[in-house]
């Protein structure tokens, strides 16, 4: 089983409103990874979990905010968006590497979000 | 850094002409080099990757790319092209190790092909 799910598949949220994108993975994979995509743009790097830790977060306002319960699951927990965070938001997995393999990122479908 | 450009946003095909989409990247160390391809409304799939154990390499789908370390090219292309193939497609390169098992790809900007029937 190579998938990745997210839910929902879509969101529609006030400024005001707190709400969490879900993602799992059953392949064992200990690295997982959030992206941000806007139309007609490549996806960029927001937050990055190896075993289960935050190691790397690309400057990313506060307003998002991930967790990484378990080695299946990773949310990103939403919070007083502006409009602009209106985008794809894309969950992936990887393997872990030594640095001297290539391990490739299985992406989800995405969370088409709208801030209203 | 690593970095990868990918020459024309939008490509035309007619359906059963080469499909021939550019990418030609830049790294002071051996790369490692991915095409994805994402549909309307849909996450990016792989479609193949170079890791250096041979220099052509194949894909699914019918595509393959060649790894040319005289032009820093890999370029992806398939034969004959299918309407199904009408899509965005991504090049990118992994970013130098950081020593914490996970990694970061740096993603061209894109590729549209649409496919001419």
């Known amino acids: 089983d190579t998938e990745v799910t997210q839910t929902p598949k879509h969101l529609v949220m006030g400024m005001t409103n707190k709400k969490s994108l879900k993602c799992e993975q059953h392949m064992g994979h200990r690295a997982m990874y959030w992206y941000k995509q806007k139309a007609k743009k490549p996806p960029e790097l927001m937050f990055v979990?190896?075993?289960?830790?935050?190691?790397i977060n690309e400057s990313v306002p506060s307003r998002f905010s991930p967790e990484c319960p378990n080695s299946s699951l990773l949310n990103l927990h939403l919070h007083a968006l502006q409009p602009e965070d209106s985008a794809l938001y894309l969950c992936?997995?990887?393997?872990?590497?030594?640095?001297?393999?290539?391990?490739?990122?299985?992406f989800g479908p995405g969370t088409r979000l709208t801030v209203t | 850094a690593q970095s990868v450009t990918q020459l024309g946003s939008h490509v035309s095909v007619s359906e059963g002409a080469l499909v021939l989409l550019r990418c030609n990247y830049s790294s002071s160390v051996p790369p490692y080099l991915f095409w994805y391809v994402q549909y309307p409304n849909q996450g990016l799939q792989l479609l193949l990757k170079?890791?250096?154990?041979?220099?052509l390499v194949k894909g699914i789908n019918g595509f393959e790319a060649e790894f040319k370390k005289s032009e820093t090219s890999f370029h992806l292309t398939k034969p004959s092209a299918h309407m199904s193939d009408a899509a965005e497609y991504f090049c990118?390169?992994?970013?130098?190790?950081?020593?914490?098992?996970?990694?970061?790809?740096?993603f061209g900007k894109g590729t549209k092909l649409s496919v001419i029937p």
């Open positions: 990118a390169v992994r970013r130098t190790y950081s020593g914490a098992g996970s990694y970061q790809l740096t």
């Open positions: 979990y190896s075993y289960e830790k935050l190691s």
């Open positions: 170079y890791t250096s154990a041979a220099t």
């Open positions: 992936a997995s990887s393997q872990l590497t030594s640095g001297s393999a290539s391990y490739e990122q299985y």
